[in-house]
Nanobody
Framework: QVQLVESGGGSVQAGGSLRLSCKAS????????MGWFRQAPGKERAGVGD????????HFADSVKGRFAISLDNAKNTLYLQMDNLKSEDTAMYYC??????????????????????WGQGTQVTVSS
């Protein structure tokens, strides 16, 4: 059983930055994918981006591309989401996720919340304009 604990959420003005962290209970090297998803009030949970652990390649939703970045600290078993130039539409609960089995979805992992094996509890991000 994998436990994921997010932190780093908060309130920020538009144009500002935040860095979210996700501490995993297991060894990140053993996972296939880690990713970030978000859910705004009244909307479905949607993917933000992911990282393929084996190679370290990252992929992002068009809405955040160029503004968000994902990184790993394997020694700390921690995943990060750096969010710059935040917009009001980025306001949501942000969730860390793990896929610890091979993924053959045809598109990137972040496009498939139904393929997540483990979820964190979420951290709130609020961007005011």
């Amino acid at each position: 059983q994998v436990q994921l604990v997010e932190s780093g959420g908060g309130s920020v003005q538009a144009g500002g930055s935040l860095r979210l962290s996700c501490k995993a209970s297991g060894l990140i090297d053993s996972y296939y994918y880690m990713g970030w998803f978000r859910q705004a009030p009244g909307k479905e949970r949607a993917g933000v981006g992911d990282i393929y652990i084996g190679i370290g390649t990252t992929h992002f939703a068009d809405s955040v591309k160029g503004r968000f970045a994902i990184s790993l600290d394997n020694a700390k078993n921690t995943l990060y989401l750096q969010m710059d130039n935040l917009k009001s539409e980025d306001t949501a609960m942000y969730y860390c996720a793990v896929r610890d089995r091979p993924f053959y979805g045809g598109t990137w992992f972040f496009n498939h919340p139904d393929s997540v094996d483990y979820w964190g509890q979420g951290t709130q991000v609020t961007v005011s304009s």
